[in-house]
């Protein structure tokens, strides 16, 4: 007798749901990342407790058509690449068709969709239970709205690692803030039990980007933040490094981005930290927005499901610039700044 057989289909996304949805933050992430990927100019997120009883995301992006609906939560659907050649250039933040697959295994999902001039919207839920989401009329303004209920309630073992309410928020809202610091040009609204947490015009000039920083940084680290905005041999690097006087005990003010996506990399990190590394007191850490844009040929994202790590075509060349840029940044920081412990 045969010992080999297929899993069946909302196994198998229960398992991948274990690589991109840890917990509540996870969902909002990629939810947020569809949105964005959709053109979105405003997005409006409404958590409850924590994100594990509700997290709603509303976009006024393009939408989905209706013939779209039932793939939109299938796995490996995607409508961002048809190749591997797609792959090197990827522009969008997901690319793997597998986020509404694996977050409708694990909840109780709830996508509501219109297109432009579309007669009337249309809804997909899905239960969890079964793959097959029930299509509906719904009435909704054009873009897409996500309502993920009750996170892991039929995977058990998965609920009992989440923790507490706040700290399931405080994840949460520190990809909401990663992401509106990712997006200038988009507004970013999150309410949480119903009271309002962040709201976030579009920042067009520098003073608005500043004024958003300052919001989401805290009005100190906008302070003493030095603007700078650096380009050669095909990178450029910009954004905002706090004054070594205003080092942190943690590395909790550490926002890098590539091409727009956060990233969290060993290269960069190595490059930020020997930049400092003279102007710093030992066991104190940085704080830095910084934003580096290359050609997306010459790094690959696809290195991890959660796409929080890149890999860079010329690590060296990228190394260097960072270093080199923060270096010269710091040193020509006046010498009556120098370092003092603060934070
Ligand atoms: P991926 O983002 O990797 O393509 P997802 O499972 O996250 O995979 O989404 C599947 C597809 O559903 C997307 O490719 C996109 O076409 C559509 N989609 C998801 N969310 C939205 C949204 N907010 N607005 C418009 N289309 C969406
Ligand atoms: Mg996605």
């Known amino acids: 007798m045969s010992k080999i057989h297929l899993l ?31 053109g979105a100019r405003r997005v ?27 793939l939109a939560l299938s796995r490996h659907a995607t409508s961002k690449i048809a190749a591997l050649e797609d792959l090197e250039a990827v522009a969008s ?11 409708s295994s694990v909840s109780r999902l709830c996508l509501s969709t219109a297109v432009a001039g579309a007669e009337t919207g249309w809804s997909a839920r899905s ?22 209920r009750d996170l892991f309630f039929n995977t058990p073992a998965r609920r009992k690692f989440l923790r507490t309410e706040k700290t399931e928020f405080n994840h949460l809202d520190e990809v909401v803030k990663r ?14 039990n119903g009271r309002a947490v962040h709201s976030l015009k579009p920042a067009a000039s520098q003073l608005e980007q500043e004024r958003r920083l300052a919001s989401v940084c805290g009005p100190a680290f906008m302070e003493n933040a030095l603007f700078l905005d650096r380009s050669a041999i095909g990178l450029r690097l910009w954004g905002w490094v ?8 943690q590395a909790d003010l550490q926002h890098f981005y590539v091409n727009g996506r956060y990233i969290r990399d060993r290269l960069v990190a190595h490059a930020v930290r020997q930049a400092y590394r003279d102007v710093l007191f030992h066991g104190r850490h940085p704080a830095f927005v910084l934003y580096l ?15 929080h790590e890149v890999r860079f075509r010329d690590g060296r060349a990228v190394h260097d610039f960072i270093f080199r840029t923060l270096h010269k940044v710091l040193a020509d920081v006046r010498p009556d700044t120098a370092p003092q412990a603060a934070s």
């Open 8 to 38: 069946d289909p909302r196994l198998a996304n229960q398992i991948a749901a274990g690589e991109v949805v840890e917990r509540p933050a996870s969902v909002v992430k990629e939810l947020v990342e569809n949105s964005l990927d959709a």
């Open 44 to 70: 409006d997120l409404e958590i409850e407790e924590g994100g594990v009883k509700l997290i709603r995301v509303r976009d006024d992006g393009a939408g989905i058509d209706k013939d779209d609906l039932p």
């Open 93 to 103: 933040l997901g690319f793997r068709g597998e986020a509404l697959a694996s977050i």
């Open 127 to 148: 239960e969890g239970r079964d793959m097959a989401a029930v299509v509906a009329p719904v009435a909704h303004p054009q873009g897409t709205t996500v309502e993920v």
């Open 179 to 192: 992401q509106a610091l990712g997006r200038y040009d988009v507004g970013f609204s999150l309410r949480h």
């Open 242 to 249: 706090a004054l070594p006087s205003f080092s942190r005990s």
């Open 293 to 307: 844009e290359l050609d997306p040929a010459s790094v690959d994202v696809n290195v991890h499901p959660t796409k």
